[in-house]
């Protein structure tokens, strides 16, 4: 068997060994296969997640604003009056709870809010009369203009201090408050020449004033005096007083008796100067009201024949000190009398002062003139 070669067959060509080839990719994709599942894709939810939060923010935010809104609006319809007293160094918080709790406004949460959004913190001291009727915008104004709440005091010319002790009483200041203050001495200077131990009769300017609930009879007091002391000065009635011979304290006194004695400003300065040539003649006054004051200091009838030292019928001079209040025009006329050299007066019942210069005119005037209103004096 050596060398001999083995026989090839014929018309086959040789084999040759090759790598196996994947098969050739296709653009088209087999057909499913009956039976065979194919791989679940789950949608995509975070779209609708976020939408949906959305939607939650937006309802919250419009819910918000329209409570938000709700609440600066009145509380009610009511107009009936709260007294809110803000103190010294209170917070914006604490004026928000107080006026919740008081029923002015619906919510201290908005008033908070819309105080810091508008830039209106500058929320003043003091009492204030508000009312659920008012919305937040008007109530925050008013505390930032410090629209304290105020009363009206009148105070009447031809009023005695008695009669100015009531109508105080009867504005709403307590009755200890007011016999305090009408009591207390004071240091100002429309008292630079009234004597010691002397009240303030004479000295409480007839004005109307306007104070704040929380003012005390002794402030209002004090703008009275202001107030005559500013008038004076403003007239110069000190200096011409002086050229008269008169103190202001004289001159207050007189001018209270003038004042009560004829109402008419013109028939005033006539009836100062009676008064005024009588005193430089050292006749008596002779003035019917210093004895009816006399008589209302005593708490008795009056009588022309009353023992006190401000009754001018019986004493020479003027009265210990002034009767009543007055108008400022009393004084001056005092300060600045008419002409003329009358010596006696009466008020008619016509409503007409009739002077004249003897008594025996004077008695023919008031048998004339006088027939009623004489009988009542």
């Known amino acids: 068997m050596d060398g001999i070669k083995p026989r090839q067959p014929k018309n086959k060509p040789a084999l040759t060994l090759r790598a196996a080839q994947p098969p050739e990719a296709t653009t088209a994709e087999a057909p499913p296969v009956a039976g065979l599942m194919l791989p679940f894709h789950k949608p995509r939810r975070w779209p609708w997640v976020v939408a949906g ?3 939650v923010v937006v309802l919250f935010v419009a819910g918000a604003f329209l409570w938000y809104q709700d609440a600066l609006k009145p509380r009610s319809s009511s107009e009936a009056p709260v007294t809110v007293k803000i103190e010294e160094g209170a917070s914006i918080d604490q004026v928000a709870r107080e006026l919740e709790q008081k029923s002015v406004i619906k919510s201290s949460l908005a008033f908070g809010i819309y105080v810091k959004l508008s830039n209106k913190t500058g929320i003043k001291t003091g009492t204030y009369t ?4 008012q919305s937040v915008g008007e109530i925050v104004n008013w505390l930032n203009e410090g629209r304290v709440s105020t009363r009206k005091v009148t105070i009447l010319p031809g009023q005695t201090l008695k009669q100015i002790r009531a109508s105080f009483i009867a504005d709403g200041f307590s009755e200890t408050s007011v016999d305090a203050a009408l009591n207390k001495t004071y240091d ?3 008292f630079a ?3 010691a131990g002397t009240t ?4 409480i ?3 109307t004033y306007f104070v704040t609930s929380d003012s005390t009879p002794e402030q209002l007091l004090i703008r009275t005096f202001d107030e005559f002391e500013k008038r004076i000065e403003t007239e110069g009635l000190r200096v ?5 011979g008169f103190s202001l304290f004289q001159g207050v006194t007189l001018a209270s008796i003038v004042a009560r004695e004829v109402t008419n400003s013109r028939d005033q300065y006539q009836v100062a100067q009676v008064f005024e040539t009588r005193l430089e003649l050292g006749m008596m006054l002779g003035s019917d009201v210093t004895y009816h004051y006399a008589a209302e200091l005593l708490g008795i009838e009056p009588a022309v024949n009353i023992d006190s030292p401000y009754n001018t019928r019986i004493h020479t001079g003027l009265p210990p000190g002034p009767i009543a209040n007055f108008n400022l025009g009393a004084l001056q006329a005092v300060a600045e009398p008419a002409t003329g050299d009358y010596l006696f007066f009466v008020a008619g019942d016509d409503g007409v002062t009739h002077f004249s210069h003897t008594f025996e005119e004077h ?4 048998q004339e003139f006088c027939k009623k209103l004489c009988l009542e004096a």
């Open 130 to 133: 508000l009312a659920p009727n």
């Open 200 to 203: 303030l009769e004479g000295y």
């Open 53 to 55: 939060v959305v939607f």
């Open 188 to 190: 100002h200077p429309l």
């Open 205 to 207: 300017f007839p004005e």
């Open 240 to 244: 011409k007083l002086a050229a008269r």
């Open 193 to 195: 020449d009234k004597p």
């Open 363 to 366: 008695q023919q005037n008031i």
